[in-house]
């Protein structure tokens, strides 16, 4: 099944049907509209078609090189094409390429199942597979050989009859689904402004709150001088719940950002949770799993639900207590301001901000103007420069697909060209809520030597016009975040496009990235780096010292908000039916069931739960954050052993035996190459501050 397009089109009139031959091989970003897809991907569907049916039907005997090296750079114009719309589909969308998005989800879907349900070709990979210790492959072939293999097996390979056709249908409707659950969370944060008009309205908002919202209103073609908007845009919302005085408007604003895709019309996400569900219960059963947890974490190092729980559960129990010791703090500085009302989930920032002020003498307000984005993207760079001698050169010559993004060329240090970073910042309306790495094309060297374009995507709010961007701790922590995937991406050295960047185990994947978060809150990096934006003072040490004391308050209230997001997660994929009547009341029975503390919340409610419903890879799998944390803090000890936070010789080693491979070896073997034994718990409950006083 293939996608038709109204109009005909010819490589002379699609420029997705020419060579990209723009500087670095990026796509024509300017040429291209949301009616060159179809046809294009018409092309590239059947020319991928036809390599399958070559390589399939060939008379030679299967080999590694003419089956499964082979298997590997198919595809190309297809690959090119999926990357780069799936790029502008998160980032750049329109209605009119949503509704491409919607028409293609089935038919790329279909191809995905003829590809891996091509019964002659895993015929070769079967008999490949079966032979793989006879066929002197060397580690990184054999990798791809297991890889391969599997990724046939579990995408229903070895389903025959009535079973591969049912199987088929599902993955097209989940596909659709998975679409339809994005775009209505994306709608019902692109409908929503709260707007302030009056100074009472936006009472006790710092300086740089007001201008991110008076540059949302702006940017939304309002210009009266006095109105500001909050969005549902992370880093508008989570200030205007810290600092607004106006409790009602607090509740009004933190009402319609927990409600996204609960509310009744075109953008409910509930139905299409519940057949979601459904489908994956019939998808796991298919392959002969009790239900889809066990069938999404048989392929990841903790390979059972109840490894999962064996970690979640003493952190949640761990996250509770600290959770009630902190509301101790903040019904305590509630009283003293003589506010009546019980702390509700839209009081619990706004005090939070108020203890500490009052315990550590630390104001955010105070803090921000010491993290303008950028200076902040300067000490990534410089980070990675001193740690693995990479060199970002901006490219302001060299076009993205949107005016706000930045391209660099990354060097090492002898100057080679290692590949193409792409950054895209600011939260608009046309953009997903979050923060992502991706690809537009992956490191390979398999017939051609692929340098790598990784893109990272954030949503900070945009300051004033003719203001710098200010970052709260937070979003500086996620600006580091996503560019420890982008490295992972960047410094991969590997044969085969699937064994290469981030393509690796789902509680494997965050590990660089919350590694690199370490180097963000070094005093080190700080120092150098954290400038007033006014003065270009240095941040006083007096206030790096109460940011260092201050580290680990009200992580109760972020470990609980993480782990009770997790849990549901399980719960809900580990149910053995598949059928959740209600998943808004699914949810909170087991919030209930599990202790959750009042007012406190989750960090994602099933109806906009993007990780899980906007695609499959995180679903049953969001506990991998903290799985991979266990593995970051243990990481980064290496480095506080060596007395250095970039000891040179720590940070080789981190590239040679975790950044660099991908997915070419087994993910515990490379942590242990790297550190010399697994990793311990204890760094990340430290980190937490969750260990006994």
Known sequence: MTATSAVPQSPSTNPLLKAWDGP??????????????????????????????????????????????????????????????????????????????????????????????????????????????????????????????????????????????????????????????????????????????????????????????????????????????????????????????RRDLREQAWRAWVSRGEHAGDSDNRSIIREILRLRHDQAQLHGYAHYADYALADTMAGKPAAVLGLLDPVWERAKEAVERERALLDAERVRLGHAETIQDWDWRYYAEKVRQQRFQLDEAEVKPYFPLDAMVAAMFDCATRLYGLHFVHQPKVAGYHPDVKVYEVRDADGRLRGLFVQDNFARPTKRSGAWMNALRWQARNGIEALPIILNNNNFAKGAPGEPTLLSFDDTRTLFHEFGHGLHGLLSQVEFERLSGTQVLRDFVELPSQLMEHWMAEPEVLKRHARHYRTGEPIPDALLEKIQAAATFNQGYETVRYCASALVDQAIHGLGTGEVPDVVAFERDTLQRLGAPAAVGMNHRLTHFQHLFSGSSYAAQYYVYLWSEVLDCDAYEAFVEAGNPFDGATARSLMDNILSVGNSRDPGDTYRAFRGRDAQLAPMLKGRGLLPA
Do not use: K
Not at 41 to 56: I, N, P, V
């Open 24 to 245: 670095y091989g990026l796509p024509p970003f300017a040429e291209i509209r949301p009616e060159h897809f179809e046809p294009a991907f018409d092309q590239a569907l059947a020319e991928h078609r036809a390599e399958l049916a070559l390589m399939a039907s060939q008379t030679e005997p299967p080999s590694f090189s003419n089956t499964l090296a082979a298997f590997d750079r198919s595809g190309r114009r297809l690959v090119a094409l999926e990357h780069l719309f799936s790029t502008l589909s998160a980032s750049a969308t329109s209605p009119e390429l949503q509704a491409v998005q919607r028409r293609m989800a089935a038919p790329l879907a279909a191809h995905s199942n003829a590809v891996y349900m091509n019964a002659a070709l895993f015929a070769r990979i079967e008999v490949l597979h079966e032979q793989r210790e006879h066929l002197g492959l060397d580690p990184q072939q054999r990798r791809l050989l297991e890889r391969i293999h599997l990724d046939f097996v579990r995408a229903g390979a070895r389903m025959q009859g009535e079973a591969r056709r049912r199987y088929a249908a599902l993955m097209e409707r989940q596909a659709e689904l998975h679409t339809r659950f994005g775009q209505n969370v994306l709608a019902d944060e692109g409908d929503y402004q709260l707007l302030l008009r009056t100074p009472d309205e936006w009472a006790g908002l710092p300086d740089f709150v007001r201008a991110a919202a008076r540059q949302a209103a702006l940017d939304r073609g309002l210009t009266d001088a006095d109105v500001h908007v909050i969005t549902l845009s992370r880093s508008l919302i989570v200030p205007f719940l810290t600092f607004s005085e």
